[in-house]
């Protein structure tokens, strides 16, 4: 009767203080270090199934354990050619879960903008890394509240800005920041696809959409990597040569930018143009890219005869096993939250300056 006594008391015990502590952070404290860890992809259109779950066939320090979806029917599919368990399965409902599945270390969100903020806030609250994909979020605000979720329940917030792991963008990096050619004087950075769907989240502005936030981020990732520097101004104009299909966002953005060193940049992004370039001109010397932010085959020479042209095998597959690493040794992240963050501030500005006509400071 006593040890019945002992054993139901000990069992109270367990249980308040399993709601003491969230699920995950009891997890976490007990798990045993893993050589791998395990990814959830929320969200399994176009960039989840033709990029990252191939990349995560190529991983070293991470693989697929889980997926979120609203679609039963990819469920289905998913479950069957990355071998994933039932107990690994999610919708967008039952995802707060996840808090109690010690299978999964990391949530990757891969939806539309618009709803980058909440998923990366619940994974954060489920004691969950976080990979987010860019543009991080439509607004400044959505961006402090997921970097503050994730510092307050202590967990690492990644944006999948794949070319900053990618060692063709990272030599013309090292030219800024070692001033080989002096200081950058003009950068000319371009990225643009033609996109001739009608009703996708890209042509939509309540889900996130718009050339700036989607290839723009590119195009300004050119410019800010390629002066080392943060712009302090920004002057920019939106067009459309197809209203019929940009109604509610630009098809096409361009925007000048000034940084503090006196560097100017002018940056153009379109969903009606194939283009996909850079050119920095320094004091004496250049650096040309084409293309600059590719999946993969990023390349270019330097005016001094060195050619940038560096094999990978997949960028994802790299940064997902970079990101992995920091996480693991509690290391700094190459792209973290804040770099997301940095992107929209000057997104935001971009859009102000559409909307005066007028330079708008950052
Ligand atoms: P997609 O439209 O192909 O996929 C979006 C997914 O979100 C789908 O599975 C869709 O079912 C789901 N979804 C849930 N709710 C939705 C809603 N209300 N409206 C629309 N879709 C909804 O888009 P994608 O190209 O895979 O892009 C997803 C994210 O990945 C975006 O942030 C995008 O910018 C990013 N992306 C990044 C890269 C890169 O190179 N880093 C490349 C492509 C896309």
């Given at each position: ?170 030599a013309y ?113 250049w650096v040309k890219m084409e ?8 390349k270019g020479s330097m005016s001094d005869g060195t050619i940038i042209n ?53």
């Amino acid at each position: 009767m006593l040890l019945e006594r002992r054993d139901f008391l000990s069992s109270l015990t367990l249980a308040s203080a399993a709601t003491l502590f969230t699920g995950s952070s009891l997890l976490a404290a007990t798990a045993p270090k893993k050589d791998k860890l395990g990814i959830a992809l929320v969200g399994l259109g176009y960039y989840s199934t033709d990029l990252l779950a191939p990349a995560l066939q190529l991983t070293e320090k991470c693989h697929l354990v889980g997926i979120v979806t609203g679609t039963p029917a990819k469920a289905e599919t998913w479950k069957t050619k990355y071998n994933i368990p039932d107990k690994n399965i999610y919708t967008y409902q039952n995802f707060d879960r996840i808090a109690n599945n010690p299978d999964i270390d990391i949530v990757y969100v891969v939806l539309p903008p618009s709803m980058h903020r909440e998923f990366v806030v619940r994974a954060a609250k489920a004691g969950k890394h976080v990979f987010c994909e860019k543009p991080m979020a439509p607004s400044v605000a959505d961006c402090e509240a997921m970097i503050s979720a994730c510092k307050s329940n202590k967990v690492k917030l990644a944006i999948g800005y794949r070319c900053q792991h990618d060692p063709n963008i990272q030599a013309y990096m090292k030219v800024a920041k070692e001033q080989k050619f002096g200081k950058v004087k003009m950068v000319n950075s371009a990225a643009g696809y033609v996109d001739n769907r009608t009703t996708h989240w890209k042509q939509n502005k309540a889900l996130g959409g718009g050339v700036m936030g989607d290839m723009g981020v590119y195009a300004l990732q050119g410019a800010r990597l390629a002066t080392g520097e943060e712009p302090i101004s920004v002057i920019a104009q939106a067009s459309t040569t197809r209203p019929e299909i940009y109604k509610e966002v630009e098809e096409t953005m361009m925007f000048m930018l000034d940084f503090p060193s006196g560097a100017r940049a002018a940056c153009q992004t379109s969903f009606g143009i194939n283009m996909n370039h850079l050119q920095i001109n320094y004091e004496k010397g250049w650096v040309k890219m084409e293309p600059q932010s590719g999946y993969s085959g990023n390349k270019g020479s330097m005016s001094d005869g060195t050619i940038i042209n560096f094999p990978i095998k997949s960028q994802q597959a790299k940064q997902m096993d970079e990101d992995c690493l920091a996480i693991m040794n509690n290391t700094d992240l190459i792209a973290p939250g804040e770099e997301g963050l940095r992107d929209i501030r000057v997104v935001e500005a971009i859009y102000k300056s559409v909307k005066s006509g007028q330079s708008v400071k950052i």
